[in-house]
Nanobody, 133 residues
Framework: QVQLVESGGGLVQPGGSLRLSCAAS????????IGWFRQAPGKEREGVSC????????YYADSVKGRFTISRDNAKNTVYLQMNSLKPEDTAVYYC??????????????????????????WGQGTQVTVSS
């Protein structure tokens, strides 16, 4: 059974850190670009970060650049999202997803490259991140 499972979410104070994990089962992540997306209540799903499989290239939304780091451990079949200096506006459900291309397909917003959720096929169930004092 092909499955992605996110974990690591929770409640954290502003300025705190969390590390999200995205573990794959039933298939290997080696051949996929992986994206992290988030969706807050009443808002559209937005791309947070994505990473290519071929060369490990990474991409970040401007809102998280310098605070979040995406990484992958193919041996563990897991992708991570290290989130530092968290802000209340980071509150959302975070999802990981796979794009069946070795290179992450990206689009230019005018200031940064991002991955679009429509390119991603397999999704996890999401993990809630709440940043609040």
């Amino acid at each position: 059974q092909v499955q992605l499972v996110e974990s690591g979410g929770g409640l954290v104070q502003p300025g705190g850190s969390l590390r999200l994990s995205c573990a794959a089962s039933g298939f290997t992540l080696d051949y996929y670009a992986i994206g992290w997306f988030r969706q807050a209540p009443g808002k559209e799903r937005e791309g947070v970060s994505c990473i290519s499989s071929s060369d490990g290239s990474t991409y970040y939304a401007d809102s998280v650049k310098g605070r979040f780091t995406i990484s992958r451990d193919n041996a563990k079949n897991t992708v991570y999202l290290q989130m530092n200096s968290l802000k209340p506006e980071d509150t959302a459900v975070y999802y990981c997803a796979t794009d069946p291309f070795l290179f992450a397909r990206t689009y230019y917003s005018g200031s940064y490259y991002y991955c679009h959720h429509a390119d991603f096929g397999s999704w996890g169930q999401g993990t809630q991140v709440t940043v609040s004092s």
